[in-house]
């Protein structure tokens, strides 16, 4: 009977995995510009989905569909996957951190704090990453390793962004921040009513095994 239930357990959560994560695909390629921050940097709402999973599936299954999002993009990409490993990392650290901290608080107070401590651990990640692996990549394969390349784009914006540093802190670090944070408020809306979605599932498909 256990094996049983474990099994449809399983089977719900992988649908609905799959699920999210097409719609992650889609949302992927919705995205915009913000007049505020470089034309480059573009704002979806792909993170959403992983987020929802961690809340309803479990931290692990977020990762899990933030993977597969990204891997699934990666043909389709005009990065050389560089945007997709940058997009993988900054959103599983999203998902995991949130998903773990609401896993051990199932309230909606756990949920709300898990929201923000998880778009504040996106946004500290995005500047190691961007500064170490992200920005290094892009200049090697697009400007001959020249920085100030990449630089002087944030300098159109504000002159005093002279540091790659600067522009990280200035423009990036913000704008990831409230990405993770917009993304957050709609899943605090929407992870609710698909947690009991699932409980749906998993019930319908208890009844027709029985059947």
Do not use: R
Request: proline share 5%; with cysteine.
């Amino acid at each position: 009977m256990a094996v049983a239930n474990n099994q449809k357990t399983m089977t719900t959560k992988l649908t609905v995995a799959a699920m999210l994560t097409a719609v992650a695909v889609v949302l992927q390629y919705i995205e915009f510009s913000i007049p505020i921050v470089p034309s480059f940097l573009k704002f979806d709402f792909s993170d959403l989905p992983e987020l929802i999973g961690a809340f309803v599936l479990g931290p692990l299954w977020g990762v899990i569909i933030c993977f597969l999002k990204n891997l699934i993009h990666i043909p389709f990409g005009t990065s050389g996957s560089i945007g997709e490993l940058s997009n993988f990392i900054l959103g599983a650290s999203l998902s995991l951190t949130a998903g773990l901290i609401y896993k051990y608080n199932k309230t909606k107070k756990g949920a709300l704090a898990a929201c923000i401590i998880g778009s504040l651990v996106m946004a500290a990640v995005s500047l190691p990453v961007n500064y170490f692996v992200v920005y290094p990549a892009y200049a090697a394969m697009w400007f001959g390793n020249d920085m100030n390349a990449i630089v002087a784009m944030y300098k159109t914006l504000l002159p005093s962004s002279d540091t790659l540093l600067k522009s990280l802190l200035i423009f990036n670090l913000p704008f990831t921040l409230g990405k993770g944070l917009i993304v957050s408020i709609i899943t605090m809306f929407i992870y609710k009513p698909l947690s009991n979605l699932i409980v749906k599932m998993n019930n319908s498909f208890s009844k027709k095994k029985a059947a």
